[in-house]
T-cell receptor, first 112, second 114 residues
Framework: QKEVEQDPGPLSVPEGAIVSLNCTYS??????FMWYRQYSRKGPELLMYTYSSGNKEDGRFTAQVDKSSKYISLFIRDSQPSDSATYLCAMISGTSYGKLTFGQGTILTVHP | GAVVSQHPSRVICKSGTSVKIECRSLDFQATTMFWYRQFPKQSLMLMATSNEGSKATYEQGVEKDKFLINHASLTLSTLTVTSAHPEDSSFYICSARHDNEKLFFGSGTQLSVL
């Protein structure tokens, strides 16, 4: 079993839809949770960073962490074609010295 | 967010040659940098952890002599692919660890070995 599970999709939604991306994890030592967006042939871009259970909002993006269920989500409101990319969840444990454990990534396409 | 610069963005080389990729943290000091490899439609695979002033720590299965990592300063780490072969063709990405646990990534280097 992988430490972090993420549905690779692909996910296709119409412009303006609410997108829900999810990851589950098995390692209860994970303390920091991140979502990255990666466009084709580019490096990942940090979207959201959280370390506690609950919701964190930044513009059209909301990150949700449920440590009791070992489940994290990223919601994108009013999705735009420019949001089409691969979204990676990533996690760090307190003892990993910054080593990220990534999900497989979900390919998202927002069509006009 | 913090800026990590990676160069070159694309390199094509002949089999047997060596290629150096640079990763710089432009607006912060990074004692730890990471090097990843990514194949098409797959997630990032960690190759090694680069610590300033010490030897890199390689992940299992990564050849130390083939992928030379140097982290000579708090803002620069380099990855040298020695005696490159076509199977080394891949997308290489670096990241730098900010002091608050956030990792920022470079823009990646597409290596093509002919």
């Amino acid at each position: 079993q992988k430490e972090v599970e993420q549905d690779p999709g692909p996910l296709s939604v119409p412009e303006g839809a609410i997108v829900s991306l999810n990851c589950t994890y098995s390692n209860s030592a994970f303390q920091y949770f991140m979502w990255y967006r990666q466009y084709s042939r580019k490096g990942p871009e940090l979207l959201m960073y959280t370390y506690s259970s609950g919701n964190k909002e930044d513009g059209r993006f909301t990150a949700q962490v449920d440590k009791s269920s070992k489940y994290i989500s990223l919601f994108i409101r009013d999705s735009q074609p420019s949001d089409s990319a691969t979204y990676l969840c990533a996690m760090i444990s307190g003892t990993s010295y910054g080593k990220l454990t990534f999900g497989q990534g979900t390919i998202l396409t927002v069509h006009p | 967010g913090a800026v990590v610069s990676q160069h070159p963005s694309r390199v094509i080389c002949k089999s047997g040659t060596s290629v150096k990729i640079e990763c710089r943290s432009l607006d912060f000091q990074a004692t730890t940098m990471f090097w990843y490899r990514q194949f098409p439609k797959q997630s990032l695979m960690l190759m090694a952890t680069s610590n300033e002033g010490s030897k890199a720590t390689y992940e299992q299965g990564v050849e130390k002599d083939k992928f030379l990592i140097n982290h000579a300063s708090l803002t620069l780490s380099t990855l040298t692919v020695t005696s490159a072969h076509p199977e080394d063709s891949s997308f290489y990405i670096c990241s730098a660890r900010h002091d608050n646990e956030k990792l920022f990534f470079g823009s990646g280097t597409q290596l093509s070995v002919l």
